[in-house]
C-alpha cells in the first residue's frame, strides 16, 4: 500500500499545484504539441485536395527510419539548428529519439535521415527537396514551412513497402504536421499505413499496373485527387478509387486512378474527424455532457 506514497525525500519534492500538466515554455525535451489548436467542435466536410506539391518523390523500401529517424542529430540539420537557438550545446543534443517529446524538434527531423534518397533533388541524400514551381532548393522542413505560408496541400510519392521497419508513430505525426495530405505508394507496411489514417493522412495507392516512373511522374506537377468527397460520402471506401490529376508545369498532364486505402469502418471515423486523436478528443466531450 505504500508502495506509491514514497519516502520522505520522494513526498518532499516541489510539484506543480493543479489538475492539468504545467507545460515549461523553455523545454527542449517536453514542449505542448498543436494537434488541437483550431479544432473545431465538429469535423469539417471531406474535401478534395486541389494544386498539391510534392514535398519527397521516393523509391522502394522507405522504412519508417528514412521517414523520422531516432539516432543523433546533427548540428547543421534544421533539428540542430533549433536547439543551439535554444541554447542547447551539439554535445547536449541528444537523439530524435530521446526528444520525441518536442514536436519541434521531431518535426524538423523528419525526412532528415541522412540516406534519404528525394528523386526531386537528384544527387543529393539527406533531407534536401525543391520548392515549386520556382525549384529552388532547400531542406524538406523549410520547404514545409514555405507551402504552408502559401497555403500549399503536400503529397509524398512513394513505391513499393512505404513504411517499412519497425512502427514508429512520428512517421505519421512528422509528415502531417510539415503539411503532408496525402501519400501515394505503390504498396504500404500495414501498421504504418494504419497510422497514416490515425494522423488524418490519406494513404493511395497506384494501380496494379501503374508506377511512378510508367505515368512519367517527376514529382515536379500539381496534384488534384478529386472524388474523394463522393467516394468517402458512399461510406466504407474499401476497394474504390479517386481519380488524381497531375499537371506538369509545361500544361500537359495525365490523370490515373488511385485506391483509397482507408482499409476498416474504424479507420474511416477517424479520418473523418481528421485523425484519432481529433476522434478520441470529441468522443470524450461528448461523453461527458
Known amino acids: 500500500d505504500e508502495v506509491f506514497t514514497g519516502d520522505e525525500r520522494w513526498?518532499?519534492?516541489?510539484?506543480?499545484?493543479?489538475?492539468?500538466?504545467?507545460?515549461?515554455?523553455?523545454?527542449?525535451?517536453?514542449?505542448?504539441?498543436p494537434y488541437f489548436d483550431g479544432m473545431p467542435k465538429t469535423p469539417e466536410p471531406i474535401a478534395d485536395i486541389r494544386a498539391g506539391r510534392v514535398l519527397c518523390l521516393l523509391g522502394d523500401s522507405i522504412t519508417t527510419d528514412h521517414i523520422s529517424p531516432a539516432g543523433s542529430i546533427r548540428k547543421t540539420s534544421p533539428a540542430g539548428?533549433?536547439?543551439v537557438a535554444h541554447a542547447v550545446q551539439p554535445v547536449?543534443?541528444?537523439?530524435?529519439?530521446?526528444?520525441?517529446?518536442?514536436?519541434?524538434?521531431?518535426?524538423?527531423?523528419t525526412f532528415a535521415n541522412v540516406r534519404l534518397k528525394?528523386?526531386?533533388?537528384?544527387g543529393t541524400e539527406g533531407p534536401v527537396t525543391v520548392h515549386l514551381p520556382d525549384g529552388e532548393q532547400m531542406t524538406i522542413y523549410d520547404a514545409s514551412v514555405k507551402y504552408l505560408r502559401e497555403g500549399v496541400p503536400l503529397?509524398?510519392?512513394a513505391g513499393q513497402e512505404y513504411g517499412s521497419g519497425s512502427s514508429r508513430d512520428w512517421a505519421a505525426k512528422g509528415p502531417r504536421l510539415l503539411g503532408v495530405r496525402a501519400v501515394i505508394a505503390q504498396s504500404y507496411e500495414r501498421i504504418h499505413r494504419s497510422n497514416l489514417v490515425g494522423m488524418g493522412i490519406l494513404p493511395l495507392q497506384f494501380l496494379a499496373n501503374d508506377t511512378p516512373a510508367s505515368?512519367?511522374?517527376?514529382?515536379?506537377?500539381?496534384?488534384?485527387?478529386?472524388g474523394l468527397a463522393d467516394v468517402l460520402a458512399e461510406g466504407f471506401p474499401r476497394g474504390k478509387d479517386v481519380e488524381v490529376k497531375a499537371t506538369r508545369p509545361d500544361g500537359s498532364g495525365v490523370r490515373f486512378k488511385a485506391n483509397v486505402r482507408i482499409d476498416t469502418p474504424q479507420e474511416l471515423q477517424y479520418y473523418r474527424h481528421g485523425g484519432i486523436l481529433e476522434y478520441v478528443l470529441?468522443?470524450?466531450r461528448d461523453a461527458g455532457r
Do not use: C
Not at 513526498?11 to 504539441?33: C, M
Not at 528525394?118 to 537528384?122: I, Q
Open 11 to 33: 513526498r518532499g519534492l516541489p510539484v506543480p499545484a493543479g489538475d492539468r500538466f504545467a507545460w515549461e515554455p523553455e523545454s527542449t525535451y517536453i514542449r505542448r504539441a
Open 81 to 83: 539548428q533549433y536547439l
Open 92 to 109: 547536449d543534443f541528444n537523439s530524435y529519439g530521446s526528444r520525441r517529446g518536442n514536436h519541434e524538434v521531431m518535426v524538423r527531423g
Open 118 to 122: 528525394n528523386l526531386l533533388a537528384p
Open 155 to 157: 503529397i509524398v510519392i
Open 215 to 226: 505515368l512519367g511522374l517527376s514529382g515536379k506537377e500539381s496534384f488534384d485527387i478529386v
Open 282 to 284: 470529441r468522443q470524450l
